[in-house]
């Protein structure tokens, strides 16, 4: 997946050349890990991104009872941007459900790339915001539903009746 054909086709990279993809993974570290990984837990300092090149991790949310899955992901996905931008907390926990490779990025990196090429900086976090919008997006469906599920079981007595027995 590091190769330079496989970086174009994820969002992150779009409207990136050739030299500015290989830039990028020449300041990129190639980890291969086991299943189990984890990359990280949910609350821990986080400042690198992650590409998956091979293999795929789970994202889980941990909630006071049990965990919340959020997501699985495979080659071509990333994870790790939200913390990565500012070197934040992050909210949910990564493991590898099998073996995996990603290819892994500072924020620090990043920086020093995006100082000598700046133009490449304007791609980057351009990509960065689509991204995140079609996670908020997602996120809104989700809440949309949940509020129109909501909003029935209030008003029929025999919904919530059969839901709390469940």
Do not use: C
Not at 28 to 38: E, I, K, L, N, T
Not at 101 to 129: C, H, I, Q, T, Y
């Amino acid at each position: 997946m590091s190769s330079r054909q496989n970086l174009k086709a994820i969002q992150l990279f779009a409207g990136f050349d050739d030299d500015e993809i290989d830039a990028f993974i020449d300041v990129s570290d190639h980890r291969s890990v086991p299943a189990g990984h984890v990359f990280f837990g949910m609350g821990n300092l986080n400042s690198s991104l992650f590409i998956i090149s091979a293999g795929s991790v789970k994202i889980d949310r941990l909630g006071t009872a049990e965990d919340i899955p959020l997501a699985t992901l495979g080659a071509g996905q990333t994870f790790g941007e939200m913390s990565f931008m500012d070197d934040s907390q992050t909210t949910a926990a990564v493991t590898a459900t099998e073996p995996t490779e990603v290819l892994e990025v500072s924020r620090e990196s990043v920086d020093r790339l995006l100082d000598e090429k700046p133009d490449m900086g304007v791609k980057l976090w351009r990509n960065f915001a689509l991204d995140l919008k079609q996670r908020l997006t997602k996120t809104n469906e989700v809440i949309d539903q949940y509020i129109d599920i909501n909003q029935v079981l209030l008003q029929d007595q025999s919904l919530r009746e059969y839901y709390s027995r469940l």
